[in-house]
Every structure is written in structure tokens, then in C-alpha cells.
């Protein structure tokens, strides 16, 4: 029984939900509903308000200020509000307030509602008055001085609604808010205090702006103030040191930062400025450098605010090496001075490097130029040079003169002579002043001493000036062992005196050098003769061995003429002897050379066929190749009226006999007494047999 109910009132629940939503769907709602907006005093503008499912019996109801007063019922608007209107299809239930030129009294909510629809939230309708100029900004009309307090206020008056002020560095937002000046918001006002400047803050744009608030019907204004803050100068150098060639423009500068700007004038440390030079401003200007320019240049600035700025910028000129012109262009220096030092002071920029040189020379010395021992060779001219980089070398000259007493270059020695020769000694002297005459003596074997002048028999001495000096030579002509000794050469100036001794020896006779020079040469000859022999007797024998029938070769062309005999080349050549005729060697001069003779013809004399002997009295006939073809024993160039006592015979060997002393030799007949070891032709008085 308890489970019935339960079911039934289940049951009527459903009914009444089905119901229920049956008629709500068939009941009215807003389909547009009024939404809030803003305008400017003037315009005119619509709010909007659309329902759907509205009956005949519903009614639309706006309302508005001031305090939710009827506007209107349906489409008939209420009496005193002339500038409304309910515009749409009311049909399609769209029932739109349109209100024309807004005026203040016009802003406020307005409600849209129908009694069968629950109402919707209301609508704010916001009226603009623009603001009639950009915001005012008081305070900071003059500088303020550095560390002290800077206040701005910018003010705005008029519009609605009322704008809200901010203070802005750029995009930065510093300050925002809104202080009313009185009681209708007519003027509103924002500070903003610093309460030390900087000098940083000098030249910040400080900006006000008054904003309304409603972007998309008016656009905010605003006004802006630069800062400024009053400082004592400071002063930058962007190069504090520069350099620069001698001639070069240089420009010094310094960067002077000042409110107010500042006065700049220039001047040189310890120095004065070039007449013409413009000494005021951030730039000083030096058209044309010198090595005087060189230093330490101030800018100072000023602008009547404590403390006043400074700057330094130094300068630095190079120039090309400069020698100290006191150093003499002639110096004199005592011969055998000992530690003699010549220094050459320089200037320049670099620092130059300081070196002598001795002139048209490479050779290089440290400065001071140091002699450790004063000679005549150091006399001559010496360069000081002085370089430095990025210039060339500045040089001065001076002349080393060497004084003092002579001195002879020759050292002591002993020269050899051979008797009846020339003996010649020199004797040079170099000094300053130079010696009138340079004096010869001689000490004999004995210890004799004894002076030598020219003019004495068989002596002669000449002089001759020398570069720093002079130069004397003994002659003594016919040189026998009673010159041997020592010499003496002594030369005197006022500053002293030098001697050099020579001691001469005299060897034998000259003659004795030519004997043994003849010697070596003859056997010379002698080896070179027996070599050649060797080699032609060789070749003979090899040649033997191949020999084939000789007495049917013909020969087509003839052989050459024997040359003739010619006694200056066989004196020339030396000792020339025809040996071995029967081994067929024959040693032939021609033009220099040795050439073995033809092999003669089987069974023939020695007279036959190409032999040519200096010592024969008459020239055999010219050689010719017919003979080969003869019978044997036949020799027609002789014909029949030569008989077998004329023909010619071989030459006589020289011959060489010791003489009784031992030493000369004797000549035979046939010998050239006048050149040992060579043979002559004979005359025909001396002809003998073979």
C-alpha cells in the first residue's frame, strides 16, 4: 500500500516537467539584450533590445535616468523626452532606444523589461565631454642645479569623465593618479618631485598624460617637459697621447660636457703657444709640427659652476736624428796614444742609434769611436752616423789627422843576393810631419858603420812621397861579397826618429842557377824521347806481326814531303838524336809534334826512302810512292851518275869531353860550344864519314 503513492507521485512529477517546458517554449525572452556604451556630448546613439515569443499582451517597458524614470511603454514614449525613440520591428519584437544630441543629462542606466520576461542586467550609457587642451606642466623653468629638489605639476581642466593623469620617462610609467582641484572635478592635478637631480637627469623628456579612459571615442593628451639640471664641466679626452712625424697637421681635442656649456681654452706646460694658434674650443689645431712642439697640452673649462673641468693631452713629434754640430770636422791625435776616444753626441726622435764607420766603408763601430792604440793606418776620415726609424741616417764627418814620429812599415829581414845581381831594399815611412829625407847607413861583416848616398859607385837611392809619407829604395848595382852586412834606414821628424835593419847576404855566381835549370831540362827531353821511342818500337813489333805482302800494295795518293830542316826549331826543341835507324825510329819536329817515320822498304838503305837528317849535307829528293813499286835494287831517283861513294851518310853523334879543371866541359866538332848539350850541323870542311 505504501508503494502506491510513491509511484503516483512520480508519475505527477513528470506531468508537471513536460508541462513546464511546454510553456516556457512558448514563453517570451530577450533575444538581444541592452548592452552598456559611451558617446560624445552631441551625438546620438542606440541602445538596442530584441525579444522573441512576445505575445499580444506583452508589453516592453525602458527606462532611464534620472532614476529609472518611464522612457517609454511599447513604441509611445513618455512625455518629456523629445530627443528618444523606440525604433525596430516591433513585430519582431525588436524595440530600440535611440536617443539624439546627448546630453549630460543623459548618462546613467537604462533598463529594458517586459513583465513576462525576468529583466536584464541594465545598461550604463556614458557621456563624453573631450578635453579642451593638453595638460599644463608648472615647475622647472630654469636649471636646477645638480643635487638639489625639482618639483613639476601637471594639471588638466575640463572634460568628462574627468581624465587620470601619469608621469612618463619615455615608455616608463613613473607616477599615475588623479588630485581634484575642486568640488565639480572641473581641474585636477598630478605632481611629480626629484628630489636630487643628477646631472644624468639633465635632458630627460619628462611627459604628462590625460587619459579618459574610453580609447576607442577619445584619444588621451598629453604634454612634455625636458629636464634641466645645471653641472660644473667635465672633460673627456678621447686621445690623450699622440704622435706624430715633424710637418704633420695634429688636431687635440677634449670633449667638454657642462650646462650651462663652458668657455674652453687651451695652453702648453712649461712652454707657450705658436703666435697665430687659436686657443679657445674643444679643438686645438697645430697646422705644422716641429720637434719644439713636443709636450704636454691642458684644456681647461669653465662655466661659472665649481669646480671647473681640465684635460691633458700629450704630444709627441718625431723628427729626424740631428748630430751636435761641436763635433770638430778635424781631429789630431799622437801617433801611439793609448784609450784615444772621438764621441758623437745625437738628438732625435726615436732615440737614434749612434755608430762610426770609417768613409765609403760598411764597417761599423759603437760609439764612442775608441782607439786602443793610435797608428797612421787609423788616419783618414770617419763618419758619424745616426739613425732612427722611419727617417734616413744623418751622417758628419770628421778627419782623424795622426802626428807623431815616423814609422817604418818594413819589419827587420834578411835578403839574399847573388853575386853580380841588383840588391834593392825599400824603406817606407809614414809620419805627420813627414821626414825630410830618410837616411841610409851600412855596417860591413867587420862592424864598420858607415853612411850611404846616392851618386857612390855602384849606389843609387830615390825617394818618392806616399800617401801619409815616403818611400826610399837602395840600389847597389854589381853586387859582390864585400857589400854583405847590415843596413840601416832611419827616418827623423821633430817629433822623433824609427829605424828599421836589413841584413843582406850574397850567394855564388849566377851562371851556377843557369847550369843547373839547363841540367834538369836536358833530362827532361832525354825521358820524353826514350818514352816515345818505346811506344813507336812497340807498335812496330805489334805491327810486324800483321804484316801481309807488301811489295804488290799500291798506294793511290803520295805521301807528304819530309820537313825541312830547320836549325832554330831543333835549337829550340833541345838535343834531338836520330837513334835505332834500324829499329825504323825517326823523330820528325813538325809544328810541335813527334811522329814516327814510314816504315822503310824491305832490303833497302838508309838513304833510300823518307829519311830526313839535319846533318846532312845535301836534302835527299822528294819522297815518292813509285819506289815501292821498283824492282828490288833498283832506285831510279839516284840515277846512274850518283855513285855508291856520295851518297850521304848518317850524321856524327856530338860528343862531350871533361875538361882538365873539372868543371867546363869540351866540344867536339860536331858540339855547339855555345849551347851545352846541343849539336850543330857541321861545315863542309868538317864533314866525316859515317
Request: net charge positive; proline share 9%; glycine share 10%.
Amino acid at each position: 500500500m505504501a508503494a502506491a503513492p510513491c509511484g503516483v507521485r512520480g508519475v505527477v512529477a513528470g506531468l508537471l516537467y513536460v508541462i513546464a517546458s511546454l510553456w516556457r517554449a512558448n514563453a517570451a525572452s530577450y533575444k538581444v539584450q541592452p548592452q552598456s556604451a559611451a558617446v560624445l556630448r552631441g551625438q546620438a546613439i542606440t541602445l538596442p533590445c530584441t525579444f522573441s515569443g512576445l505575445t499580444g499582451e506583452d508589453v516592453v517597458v525602458w527606462e532611464g535616468p534620472p532614476d529609472f524614470r518611464i522612457i517609454s511603454m511599447g513604441t509611445k514614449v513618455t512625455a518629456g523626452y523629445g530627443r528618444h525613440f523606440v525604433i525596430g520591428d516591433t513585430s519582431a519584437g525588436e524595440y530600440n532606444l535611440q536617443i539624439r544630441g546627448v546630453t549630460l543629462g543623459d548618462a546613467g542606466g537604462y533598463r529594458c523589461s517586459t513583465p513576462s520576461v525576468p529583466a536584464a542586467p541594465n545598461a550604463a550609457l556614458t557621456v563624453i565631454v573631450p578635453l579642451a587642451k593638453p595638460p599644463e606642466i608648472n615647475g622647472g623653468k630654469r636649471p636646477t642645479p645638480v643635487g638639489q629638489r625639482l618639483l613639476l605639476t601637471c594639471s588638466s581642466q575640463g572634460g568628462y569623465p574627468p581624465p587620470t593623469l601619469s608621469w612618463l620617462n619615455g615608455t616608463k610609467l613613473l607616477k599615475r593618479g588623479k588630485t581634484p582641484r575642486n568640488q565639480d572635478m572641473k581641474q585636477i592635478s598630478l605632481d611629480f618631485v626629484l628630489t636630487k637631480v643628477k646631472k644624468w637627469d639633465n635632458g630627460n623628456n619628462l611627459t604628462c598624460v590625460a587619459d579618459q579612459g574610453l580609447q576607442g571615442v577619445v584619444r588621451p593628451l598629453t604634454s612634455s617637459k625636458i629636464v634641466s639640471v645645471s653641472y660644473p664641466p667635465t672633460v673627456t679626452v678621447p686621445d690623450p697621447s699622440k704622435r706624430a712625424k715633424e710637418g704633420d697637421m695634429v688636431n687635440l681635442t677634449c670633449v667638454v660636457d657642462s650646462n650651462p656649456p663652458a668657455v674652453v681654452t687651451w695652453r702648453k706646460l712649461r712652454g707657450t703657444l705658436n703666435q697665430g694658434i687659436n686657443d679657445r674650443g674643444q679643438t686645438l689645431s697645430l697646422p705644422k709640427v716641429s720637434q719644439h712642439d713636443s709636450g704636454i697640452y691642458q684644456c681647461n673649462a669653465d662655466n661659472e659652476i665649481a669646480p671647473p673641468g681640465m684635460g691633458t693631452v700629450s704630444l709627441d713629434v718625431l723628427y729626424q736624428s740631428w748630430i751636435d754640430p761641436s763635433l770638430n770636422s778635424k781631429v789630431s791625435v799622437m801617433y801611439g796614444q793609448d784609450g784615444f776616444l772621438l764621441e758623437c753626441s745625437a738628438r732625435g726622435n726615436p732615440t737614434p742609434r749612434v755608430r762610426w764607420r770609417r768613409k765609403d766603408t760598411s764597417l761599423y763601430w759603437d760609439n764612442p769611436l775608441r782607439f786602443h792604440r793610435v797608428r797612421y793606418d787609423v788616419e783618414g776620415t770617419y763618419q758619424c752616423v745616426a739613425t732612427n726609424e722611419g727617417f734616413p741616417a744623418t751622417t758628419r764627418d770628421t778627419y782623424v789627422d795622426v802626428v807623431g814620429r815616423p814609422y817604418i812599415l818594413q819589419r827587420s829581414t834578411t835578403f839574399t843576393v847573388r853575386r853580380g845581381d841588383t840588391a834593392r831594399l825599400s824603406c817606407e815611412i809614414v809620419s805627420d810631419p813627414v821626414p825630410k829625407t830618410i837616411q841610409w847607413a851600412w855596417r860591413d861583416v867587420q862592424g864598420l858603420e858607415s853612411p850611404l848616398s846616392g851618386g857612390e859607385s855602384g849606389v843609387d837611392i830615390t825617394e818618392e812621397l806616399i800617401l801619409g809619407g815616403k818611400l826610399s829604395i837602395l840600389s847597389i848595382n854589381g853586387i859582390t861579397e864585400g857589400w854583405k852586412g847590415t843596413y840601416m834606414c832611419k827616418g827623423t821628424n821633430m817629433f822623433g826618429t824609427d829605424q828599421r835593419e836589413f841584413r843582406l847576404e850574397v850567394t855564388g855566381s849566377p851562371h851556377t842557377l843557369v847550369i843547373v835549370v839547363g841540367i834538369s831540362v836536358m833530362v827532361a827531353v832525354m825521358a820524353a824521347v826514350a818514352a816515345i821511342f818505346v811506344f813507336f818500337f812497340r807498335k812496330k813489333w805489334l805491327g810486324d806481326d800483321r804484316k801481309s805482302d807488301t811489295t804488290s800494295v799500291t798506294v793511290s795518293r803520295p805521301m807528304p814531303p819530309p820537313p825541312g830542316y830547320n836549325k832554330n826549331k831543333l835549337d829550340q826543341l833541345g838535343s834531338l838524336e836520330i837513334k835505332d835507324i834500324d829499329g825504323l825510329i825517326e823523330i820528325h819536329e813538325m809544328n810541335g809534334t813527334l811522329k814516327p817515320r814510314p816504315p822503310p822498304r824491305v832490303d833497302k838503305e838508309w838513304t833510300a826512302i823518307g829519311l830526313s837528317y839535319p846533318g846532312l849535307v845535301q836534302p835527299l829528293p822528294p819522297y815518292s810512292t813509285v819506289d815501292r813499286q821498283q824492282p828490288e835494287g833498283e832506285d831510279r831517283r839516284l840515277g846512274s851518275q850518283q855513285s855508291q861513294s856520295d851518297a850521304p851518310q848518317p850524321p856524327p853523334k856530338a860528343r862531350w869531353t871533361p875538361s882538365r879543371s873539372g868543371g867546363d866541359r869540351r866540344c867536339s866538332a860536331t858540339c855547339d860550344p855555345d849551347r851545352p848539350g846541343r849539336y850543330r850541323a857541321p861545315r863542309s870542311d868538317q864533314t866525316t864519314a859515317a
